[in-house]
């Protein structure tokens, strides 16, 4: 068949065109930090981990086991029918590296975008007011709630309207969402957003109509950008203060992608509701979020579940990944990788010919940004960035991949976002990184 020979074109012609990928190729297999496609080419280093979920890379053989054995256990435990021993396990597991001990009642789903309608129900439910402050620059997924939240770019959600009501929208502290410069201090930039903030509950939706705030407390889609501490702990007081629930988004940047388990922990603030996805359970669908009992507790029995919600193969498989975490001491290697990562992009962007084109080198553990900036403006350039400008960062990682490496951009501006497989080897790290150095001397030069 076409599939055999290739796959491309039947691809082309039967997979929906809403899609959007990298390549057209077809993988055919995934094993630790390596993906193989179809194209002859063979292997491929990947940067992207499956867009941040194989955090333990492809096909960890302990989570891959720990799956097959409930495969033929039991696959499907209906959450609504009784409870589960993987579902329950999980929770075993989560409980001691959750952020904090009052996050102790869990809720699971299949996906981010899921879990995020998950949390809308809930603050809403909880406190009986409409509401949801979201970032502008966030990204929360694609179905209608978790739509209506997503401020990354309006490819989402054009021609689609109405969204869901209720939503509003204040900058995340991002230099870009700001309109401010790129070297505006963490202070500063913190300063500005919280007041933002407190003008969108002075003017658009008074504390008494808002249930909660949602952020990701490192953006993912947006660009790639940590929240400053301090942004946070003043996130927590104005919702303390007005008695709204904060919602903390880490389908991206928990489990161990920044070196803690979860990346709110660097600011102390604890969050009253915990998104949890992708990084979860290695590549098996699985999301949820976490709160206080006291807050689950306002929600009617049957007012919650879904057919697959906390499937049992996901659970464990999950059970195992927290396990390898713990064994393999993935979050230490996140912190020796992270330190090269930064050490040899500062040298990269010391190079004189490359210097003028790297804005900023941000980020934490293995999530990390490298901003680029365009020298000129061009206006038939088929990488062209929305404002018009060249977009060097998609010439990059279109550059890499002839070269062997996948590594993502992320959403409207020029940003390379570096989201490897957490427990990669220091000689991976390297080639990567070696890979990346020489695109960009060739794509900038
Ligand atoms: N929130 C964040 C922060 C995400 O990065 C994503 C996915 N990129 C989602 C939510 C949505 O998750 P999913 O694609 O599994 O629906």
Redo the contacts with the bound molecule.
Sequence with gaps: STIATGGSDFGRKHVARGIGRLTDHVIQSGKGSYITLNDGRGEYLDFTSG??VTGLGHCHPKVSQAAADQCFTLVHGQVSIAFHKPYLNLIERLLPVMPHPSLDSFFFW???????EAAIKLVRTKTGRPNIITMQG??????FG?MAL?RSKTVYSQGVAPLMPGVFTTPFPYWHQMGVSPTTSEEEISRQALYQLELVLLQQSAPADTAAILI?PV???GGYVPAPPAFLRGLREIADKNKLLLIF?????GFGRTGKYFASEYSGVVPDVL?I??GLANGF?L?GIVSRKEITDSQSSGSMGGTYAGNAVACAAATASAEVMQEEKVLHNVSVRSAELFAALDELRKEPEVSPHILDVRGVGLMVGVEFSSPSQSTNDPFAAPNGLPNLAARISKRCQEKGLFILTTSLYQVIRFVPPLNITQADMAKGLSIFREAVREVVR
């Design positions: 867009i941040g299949n996906s981010g975008s899921e879990a995020i966030g990204y929360h997924g694609r179905t978790a997503t990701e953006l993912g889609e988004d880490e389908v991206q940047c998104v996805a992708k669908p999301s």
